[in-house]
């Protein structure tokens, strides 16, 4: 599991975490390459998943979370360059424009302040790295407990004492739909799905869950014109009843953000383990 490929990594630990240079992806790649690695899309995981087919050889997929640009300006060669297959689960905010990014508004106010003063009124101390990181996980707390909040008003209200532009950002990091529909066209690219807004999706309603779902998977489909039968569940949450949905919705595969080496005696279809590339 990957997110972001980016030639200058950021300071706080949550977003540096999600984030690998491009020199790191590539040596990254060699090393599989050298210990025998086969390279394999999300179809062939779900072959091997679905069928129990076992292979002699050691397999790699590489997925991407989200959407960013920099999938597409720096990860995309290298990938083209070893011939080796890569995801892109995308959520349909990050294209539309209408992401929102948080966990990068929450960085930028941070950095610029040694006080976080919350709209519920919240004083958190912000001078070291160490309290910036503190400040962000706290923050964090509060969105993912936010249960059924619309996330744009709640992170809006809950940052309202600084200037910020989800849309702005939206168009600095996220990749475009011409984008998108190019690497749809490039038969190592797979392009799957993560929702509508990247909302954690056990915190909604039945009906707000089904437009996460469906919607998402149509809008990608509409722009790439190929069905897109792929889902990661954003944060890696879920529960049995968010996995059913996913099947209804008409994916035949999902994955988890965490988990491990993928084991066929325990493996399902809709909880394919993974592991994030940490550089």
Known sequence: MLHRVV?????????????????????????????????????????????????????????????????YELAYPIFKKYNCPFAIYVTTDFPDGKAVMWWYVLEAILKD????????????????????????????????NAKGEDMERFVGELLNKYTFSFSTLAEQLALCWDQIEELSFYSLCTIGSHTVTHSPLTNLSTKELEKELRGSKSTIEKHINKPVVHFAYPYGIYNQKVTEFVKKAGYKTATLANGGKVRLEEQSEFKIKRISLVE
């Open 113 to 144: 302040n040694d006080t976080l003063v919350l709209g519920d009124g919240t004083h958190l101390s912000a001078l070291t790295i160490e309290e910036k990181n503190e400040a962000f996980d706290n923050v964090r707390s509060k969105i993912f």
């Open 7 to 71: 030639a200058n990594r950021s300071v706080l630990d949550a977003n540096r975490q999600i984030e690998i240079t491009p020199e790191f992806l590539e040596v990254t790649l060699q090393n599989y390459q050298r210990k025998g690695y086969q390279f394999v899309s999300l179809d062939e995981v779900y072959e091997i998943v679905s069928k129990q087919k076992r292979s002699n050889q050691k397999f790699v997929c590489f997925t991407f979370d989200d959407g960013y640009a920099d999938n």
